[in-house]
């Protein structure tokens, strides 16, 4: 039996907009279970969701990636995104961290909450030592509400680290790249946030261009526009329907399923 996995950050569980209707995962394992597939469904497992993490599982034999067909990944934003330095510290070394089990990759109902896990300790296991070190000393020298900001990597190590480990896996995977942000347009985000996001978050299309034609299969999201952006998404990276749906056809022409 043809086994696939789907492995996401928020942007693949988060439908606020269209509660009542299925998301490109949801849809596309419906559709893969009819066809006699096999599906383990990871979206946002932890709290924040990389693709660090999804190496780390590789990496830890938490899931054996032998045993799947194709992979499905949509992850990026959150290690591309810059964020105040508390926030950072939080998400790289966090006071209090939990066990990474297979069970609890897919308990899509998180009895016990996501996973928190101790990305510094993966990072410096997997990371060149210079390139880490290089990165931790230096920030964006963008301020957001009184602080410095840093992403949880850098350009190089996306480049140099990143990149070639998912190479690796290009016979099977199928990556989602992250798409461009529209200058002075927040979206919905702005009645979470009143502060907005950082004014550098621009910075995540850069680490985009760099996935950009390095795998055979990409749904390469830097194709919208900045008025498909604001169709697509609801704040610059969350789904709307319309760009779950196309993400949803994209991925089925890929997938060769109908």
Known sequence: MTKVLIFTDSRGEHKATFKDQHIFTEKVTLMLKDNGFDVDKMCCPFSW?????????????????????????????????????????????????????????????????????????????????????????????VYYDGEDTRSLISLDINKQVIIPYLKKLDSKLIYINSNSIVPNWEGNYILKNKLGRPKNIHIISDYSKQMQNQFTNMIDLLEWSDEEIKTYTVDNMHLSYEGSEWIFNKLIEILQLS
């Open 49 to 141: 969701t990389s693709t660090l993490d999804f190496i780390e599982i590789i990496e830890k034999k938490i899931i054996d990636v032998d045993s799947y067909d194709k992979i499905i990944l949509f992850t990026g934003v959150v290690e591309f995104s810059p964020r105040p330095l508390s926030n950072f510290e939080k998400c790289y070394q966090p006071e209090k961290f939990s066990e990474i089990t297979s069970e609890r990759l897919i308990d899509v109902k998180r009895t016990n909450g996501r996973i928190i896990n101790n990305k510094q300790d993966f990072m410096r296991q997997f990371i060149p030592s210079k390139l880490l070190e290089r990165h931790l000393d230096t920030t964006h020298n």
